[in-house]
C-alpha cells in the first residue's frame, strides 16, 4: 500500500478516530472521515446536568493500567484524576466488578443489613465466575448464563442455605433477582437468557479500579481529533450504500454513495458503525450484500440498550460512604430480570443507583441504571413522567413519603437512529469465531494481486480494532 492510498473510515466515534490516528502515523495522507451527526465521538458524549458534567454515554476507564490504550491517552493528555494514575489503583484487580460500599433497601421500606444479603451476592459471584470458565474449558451445558444461573441457584440454595428460614431464603433469591438486573446493565441486554454461556468468558477484563474523566470522556476525543489533519471529517454526511466488489475496477475499487448523492471512490474502506445499526441496515448499507458467515455473525451477536436516569437531591438519604444503591422487590424470588408488563411496571427493571463522587463536585446527584426493553420503554415517556416514576419509587423503598428529586435527565440511546441502543454482548450461540468474522476484511477471496478493500470495525464485546 502506498501512501496515496485513498481510505474512508464511515463513523467518527473512537473507533474511527483511532482508526484514522494509525493510519495518519504510519504515513497515509488521503483519509476521509464520513459521519452521519453533527458531532465526533459515537457513544462517548457528555452534558450538563445542573452545575455538573455528567457522562450520557460511556462511563469509566475498565481496567485502568499499562495494557489498556484508553488509560494511556487519558494519562497522556493529563485527563484523570492523580488517584486514577497510582501504582496501587492500577495494581487493584477487580475481575471486573468494583468493591462498591452498598445501601440496600427493600420494596416494603426498609433499608437492610447489606451483610445480610452476603449469602446470594457471594454465591451470585461464583457462578458469574462460573460462567465465563465456560470459554476457555469447552462444552455448554446451557444456552445462556440466566438458564445456567436459574438451574444452578436452587440446587445450591437447597444445600447451602437448608437451615436458613423460608423468609430470610425469599430474601436471598430476590437478591439474585436484583443482581441479575445488575448483569443486563453490565452486559447491556434485555435479559441473561440471551448472553450465550460459552461465549460470556469472551470479555475480558484488566486490572485496575474503573476510574472517570473528571472533565468528561469528551475530553478524549478532542485531544484525539487535535492530532488528526483539520478537514479530515465530514460532519452530517451518513452513507447510503458501500458498493464493494468493483473487480474490475484496478483504481480505487470501492465506491461509497451518500445519502446526499455524493460518491467516493476509494482504495479501502473501513466500516466503523455500531452494530445496533448494523443488524437493522446492512442489507442496504452493502452492494453486493455481506457474505453469510459475516452476516450470521452480525445476526448472532447481541446489542441491547442501557440507559442511565440522573436523579439530583438537595439532601442524600444514602450513606455518606455509599457508592451503590440496589433495590430489592420482595416479589421476585423467581430469579427474574424481565418484567411481565413493561408499560405498567418497567421501573421494577432499574437495580438501583451509583453514587456520583465525589460529592464536592457533583453535590447529591445519583445515576440509575436501567437495561433491555423497560429500558427501550422509558425512553418514550416524557422527562416528566419519568420523575415522577422515579419519585415514587424511592419513596416506596425509603419509606419517606416527601423525598424529591430537584431535576431529572436521562439518556435515549436506543431512539437514536445512528447507535440503536448501547453496547454489544455475545448472544446465544455465540463464539470467537463470530468476532473474527466481524474483523475479516472483505473481499474474503481476494488474490494476491487484489486489495482487500472493506474493513468492518463494529465495536463487540472485546473491544478489538480491526486493521490491515
Not at 466503523?272 to 450470521?296: A, I, W
Not at 436501567?370 to 415517556?381: F, Q, V
Not at 472483505?442 to 468492518?456: C, D, E, F, G
Request: charge should be negative; charged fraction near 20%.
Amino acid at each position: 500500500m502506498s501512501a496515496n492510498t485513498k481510505i474512508v473510515i464511515i463513523g467518527c466515534g473512537i473507533s474511527g478516530i483511532s482508526a484514522a490516528q494509525r493510519l495518519v502515523n504510519a504515513g497515509f495522507h488521503h483519509i476521509r472521515i464520513l459521519e452521519a451527526t453533527e458531532r465526533s465521538g459515537g457513544r462517548i458524549k457528555t452534558g450538563r446536568f445542573g452545575n455538573s458534567i455528567v457522562e450520557i454515554g460511556a462511563n469509566w476507564i475498565h481496567g485502568p493500567c499499562e495494557e489498556n490504550p484508553v488509560f494511556c491517552l487519558a494519562r497522556r493528555y493529563g485527563l484523570l484524576d492523580p488517584e486514577a494514575l497510582t501504582p496501587e489503583n492500577q495494581a487493584m484487580d477487580v475481575g471486573g466488578h468494583p468493591p462498591w460500599v452498598p445501601n440496600v433497601f427493600s420494596s416494603s421500606g426498609q433499608k437492610l443489613n447489606a451483610e445480610d444479603l452476603y449469602p446470594a451476592l457471594k454465591m451470585f459471584s461464583e457462578l458469574l465466575y462460573e460462567s465465563s470458565e465456560f470459554q476457555s474449558q469447552g462444552g455448554e451445558p446451557w444456552a445462556s448464563v440466566g438458564d445456567f444461573i436459574r438451574a444452578e441457584v436452587p440446587q445450591r440454595a437447597a444445600e447451602k442455605w437448608k437451615d436458613t428460614d423460608a423468609k430470610a431464603r425469599s430474601l436471598q433469591l430476590c437478591v439474585i433477582s436484583s443482581m441479575l438486573k445488575v448483569e443486563c446493565c453490565v452486559n447491556g441486554t434485555h435479559s441473561m437468557d440471551e448472553v450465550g454461556l460459552g461465549a460470556y468468558g469472551l470479555y475480558k477484563t484488566l486490572p485496575g479500579l474503573d476510574c472517570t474523566f473528571p472533565g468528561g470522556y469528551e475530553g478524549l476525543i478532542k485531544n484525539l481529533m487535535s492530532e488528526l489533519p483539520s478537514g479530515i471529517v465530514t460532519y452530517n454526511r451518513p452513507v447510503r450504500c458501500v458498493h464493494w466488489n468493483n473487480s474490475e475496477k484496478r483504481e480505487n475499487p470501492v465506491t461509497v454513495e451518500c445519502d446526499d448523492g455524493e460518491r467516493i471512490d476509494a482504495d479501502h474502506v473501513i466500516v466503523t458503525v455500531p452494530l445496533g445499526y448494523l443488524k437493522k441496515h446492512h442489507s442496504t448499507l452493502f452492494h453486493p450484500p455481506l457474505p453469510l458467515h459475516k452476516l450470521h455473525s452480525v445476526q448472532r451477536l447481541g446489542f441491547g440498550t442501557n440507559n442511565k436516569i440522573y436523579v439530583e437531591f438537595d439532601s442524600p438519604w444514602w450513606d455518606a460512604d455509599c457508592e451503590v444503591i440496589y433495590f430489592v422487590w420482595e416479589d421476585e424470588e423467581d430469579m427474574v430480570d424481565q418484567v411481565p408488563d413493561i408499560q405498567r411496571s418497567w421501573i421494577k427493571k432499574l437495580f438501583g443507583f451509583t453514587v456520583l463522587k465525589p460529592t464536592e463536585r457533583y453535590g447529591h446527584v445519583l445515576c440509575g441504571w436501567i437495561a433491555g426493553h423497560e429500558s427501550e420503554y422509558m425512553e418514550t415517556l416524557s422527562e416528566q413522567e419519568v420523575s415522577h416514576a422515579i419519585t415514587q419509587l424511592i419513596r416506596r423503598f425509603t419509606g419517606n413519603p416527601i423525598v424529591t428529586p430537584r431535576r431529572v435527565l436521562r439518556s435515549q440511546w436506543f431512539h437514536d437512529p445512528w447507535t440503536r441502543g448501547s453496547y454489544s454482548y455475545p448472544g446465544k450461540g455465540c463464539s470467537v469465531q463470530d468476532l473474527e468474522n466481524m474483523m475479516e476484511p472483505l473481499p474474503v477471496k481476494a488474490s494476491q494481486s487484489q486489495v482487500l478493500n472493506i474493513h468492518t470495525q463494529t465495536k463487540t464485546c472485546t473491544h478489538q480494532l480491526t486493521h490491515n
